[in-house]
């Protein structure tokens, strides 16, 4: 008889402990499953158009799909004269195809593209070029 209370009193530990640590999944709705990471939540579209040549990089990187890197890369091909010159500075094609309805190509800004015609045609002086007085970028 005393066999018999000490295996109902152990299966009524192993009970209440097989519940205290059911119950904090059981709780949070997960059950027996494991739990699933969380994606983070997609980045909201911007409310107005973002004009790849004259962007900011934070305004950029608002944009879908579009982090620090991308951003870098967009600003570092510019001026554009379409969205699909995006690719040719190294942005992903699916990247593009998402981010092309969010995004317009105005006029790069004055001093952006006077920057980029001056250094265009010009190589980088040495300290002999300089005095000799040549032009440099």
Do not use: W
Not at 16 to 23: F, I, N, R, S
Not at 111 to 119: F, L, Y
């Amino acid at each position: 008889m005393k066999h018999l209370k000490f295996v109902a009193s152990l299966a009524a530990v192993v009970l209440v402990a097989a519940a205290l640590v059911a119950t904090p999944a059981l709780a949070a709705g997960q059950g027996s499953k494991a739990a699933k990471p969380q994606k983070a939540p997609a980045k909201a579209a911007p409310s107005a158009p973002v004009d790849i040549n004259n962007a900011t990089q934070a305004e950029l990187e608002a944009l879908p799909g579009v982090g620090a890197s991308t951003a870098k890369k967009i600003i570092a091909g510019r001026p554009y004269t379409d969205v699909a010159g995006l690719s040719k500075a190294g942005v992903s094609a699916k990247v593009v195809t998402e981010i092309t309805p969010l995004v317009t190509v105005g006029k790069p800004a004055a001093a952006a593209s006077a920057a980029a015609r001056s250094a265009a045609g010009r190589e980088p002086c040495s300290i002999r070029a300089r005095q000799s007085g040549a032009r440099c970028a």
